[in-house]
């Protein structure tokens, strides 16, 4: 009987002891596991941080940009503007030319030009057939090639003239066009009232 009690002790501490070893091997699988766990949590949040970084970054950059859409739409004005003296400009150039190669100066007298008025009167004609007949026009060449002879017209009959510009803007605009959408002639019938108020 006391030779068994000694083998179930020594059993005993030998399954504890080999229980004990089983524990600290999955404490240290578990600490190992556990440290995994927090340096992949660490290099997540340090990913987390750069991408808001970045983020925030392109925020600001967009913000920048935007700020620069009032300045863009500024000097596209300006530009316009410039376009439209430079115009003016050149056709008072070629005006004076003009003037200058045409008969002798007659000092002293004013005579009034008979044709001027014909010539105005002429020239809203042609801008009230075309405004009258735009409906039926398919092509934008066609449209083109009247603006043209409308701003020759006014060209010879009022020298520089700020319509002129406006004019030449329209016809470039409607280069490359397929047709003439309601909205383009609407546009020319409203521009054409405009422009003869404008003679």
């Not at 083998?7 to 004990?20: G, L, M, Q, R, Y």
């Not at 002798?104 to 030009?113: A, L």
């Not at 020759?152 to 003439?180: A, C, N, P, T, V």
Request: charged residues 35%; glycine residues 4%.
């Amino acid at each position: 009987m006391g030779d068994t009690d000694k083998i179930d002790v020594k059993e005993a501490i030998t399954f504890i002891k080999e229980a004990d070893e089983k524990i600290d091997k999955f404490a240290s699988i578990l600490e190992k596991f556990g440290l995994d766990i927090i340096t992949k949590m660490g290099q997540t949040n340090l990913k987390i941080n750069m991408l808001t970084d970045k983020i925030n970054e392109l925020s600001k950059a967009t913000l920048d940009i935007k700020s620069l859409t009032p300045q863009f739409k500024n000097v596209i004005e300006n530009q316009k503007i410039l376009e439209a003296e430079l115009d003016l400009i050149r056709s008072l150039i070629q005006r004076s030319e003009i003037s200058l190669h045409s008969k002798e100066d007659k000092r002293g007298e004013v005579d009034r030009d008979a044709s001027a008025t014909d010539k105005k009167e002429s020239i809203i004609e042609q801008f009230n057939t075309l405004k009258n007949e735009i409906d039926d026009i398919k092509e934008p060449d066609v449209v083109i090639g009247q603006l043209e002879n409308i701003k020759e017209d006014i060209f010879i009959f009022k020298g520089g003239h700020r319509i002129l510009y406006e004019i030449s803007q329209f016809g470039k605009m409607l280069i490359g066009q397929e047709d003439l959408s309601d909205d383009i002639k609407d546009s020319l019938k409203e521009k054409i009232v405009f422009w003869i108020n404008k003679l």
